[in-house]
């Protein structure tokens, strides 16, 4: 079964499933605690949210700087900032997931495994070349009309 065929029925359900643990969480510790620990939540979503991009942005231009190509920064600091978001939305399930992308060991394997897997599907394929350098006045195949028109 496809991934995209499961989205639809699991955004249908969460909602669902949300109200369901806000009553039995609110049964177990009372209501005032209740909403204090989804306005903690949100509070942290929040913190992490402001602070994500610019370091994300941070990490992506030092692994640039060391010739790394920076697509395992980004896809952490976009898993994080997803943590974040969904830290944000009131409800237990979400808050779960999101602290779990907020795990530096967990977020660092997802994005190595996605990086891995759209390797695969790319083909990862390098592409091998040479060339050689021709300064335009002595290029063999332009014609003298088109040399003459690239002068001033």
Do not use: C, H, N
Request: aromatic residues 4%.
């Amino acid at each position: 079964m496809k991934l995209s065929s499961l989205i639809l029925p699991a955004l249908l359900l969460l909602p669902v499933v949300e109200i369901y643990t806000f009553v039995v969480v609110g049964g177990w510790i009372g209501a005032g605690p209740t909403v204090a620990l989804v306005v903690l939540a949100a509070l942290v979503g929040l913190g992490r949210l402001q602070r994500g991009g610019l370091e994300t942005l941070m990490r992506a231009r030092a692994a640039m700087a060391a010739g790394i190509p920076p697509e395992r920064e980004l896809l952490e600091g976009a898993l994080a900032m997803l943590g974040g978001l969904l830290l944000l939305i009131p409800g237990f399930v979400t808050d779960l997931l999101g602290i779990a992308l907020l795990v530096p060991a967990i977020r660092v394997r997802l994005a190595a495994r996605a990086v891995r897997a759209a390797g695969v599907r790319a083909g990862a394929r390098v592409i091998d070349g040479e060339y050689r350098r021709v300064d335009e006045a002595g290029a063999p195949g332009l014609d003298s009309e088109r040399r003459d028109r690239s002068k001033p």
